[in-house]
């Protein structure tokens, strides 16, 4: 009987030792795995911040080129046009996301349109004031 209980405390322990390797080894790889995760994620981070910088920029020195050729042209204020629905000039894969590319093109287009018609009417205003305090000012 003696035996037979050695035998048993012999096997506990040896379940005991192989449960608590594998519990390790388990952890082990749980920890080694979240590393090239977080990698990934920072990477993720970094390519949707490229996309977004590049396509902000693109979309607002596009959007101020079409507005100051519509104010040249004589067309009212109207945003939309091929570039700004498209939103796909000077985007590459290597970027990112699509998505966030054509987000920050958007708001960027829209930002460059709306200053250049500013600055067009801030120009107008300016000539017209000047014109009037032509009149004014007692040089002639």
Same mark, same amino acid.
């Given at each position: 009987?003696?035996r037979t209980?050695? @035998?048993?405390?012999? *096997? @506990?322990? $040896? *379940?005991?030792? $192989?449960? +608590?390797? $594998?519990?390790?080894?388990?952890?082990?790889?749980?920890?080694?795995?979240?590393?090239?995760?977080?990698?990934?994620d920072?990477d !993720?981070?970094?390519r &949707?911040?490229?996309?977004?910088?590049?396509? !902000?920029?693109?979309?607002?020195q596009?959007?101020?080129? &079409?507005?100051?050729?519509? *104010?040249?042209?004589?067309?009212?204020?109207? *945003?939309?046009?091929q570039?700004?629905?498209? +939103?796909?000039?000077?985007?590459e894969?290597?970027?990112?996301s #699509?998505?966030?590319?054509? @987000?920050?093109?958007? +708001?960027?287009?829209?930002?460059? !349109?709306?200053?250049? #018609?500013?600055? +067009?009417?801030?120009?107008?205003?300016?000539?017209?004031?000047? !014109?009037?305090?032509?009149?004014?000012?007692?040089?002639?």
């Amino acid at each position: 009987m003696n035996r037979t209980k050695f @035998r048993s405390a012999i *096997i @506990r322990r $040896t *379940i005991l030792r $192989t449960t +608590a390797a $594998t519990l390790a080894l388990l952890a082990a790889f749980a920890l080694s795995s979240a590393a090239p995760a977080r990698a990934d994620d920072d990477d !993720y981070r970094y390519r &949707h911040s490229e996309a977004q910088e590049h396509g !902000y920029r693109n979309g607002y020195q596009d959007g101020v080129d &079409h507005g100051r050729y519509d *104010i040249g042209e004589g067309y009212r204020y109207n *945003i939309h046009s091929q570039q700004y629905n498209d +939103a796909r000039n000077g985007y590459e894969r290597w970027m990112g996301s #699509f998505g966030n590319y054509k @987000r920050a093109y958007r +708001a960027g287009y829209e930002q460059g !349109y709306r200053r250049a #018609f500013d600055a +067009a009417a801030f120009r107008r205003d300016r000539d017209r004031d000047a !014109y009037r305090d032509h009149d004014r000012d007692g040089w002639r």
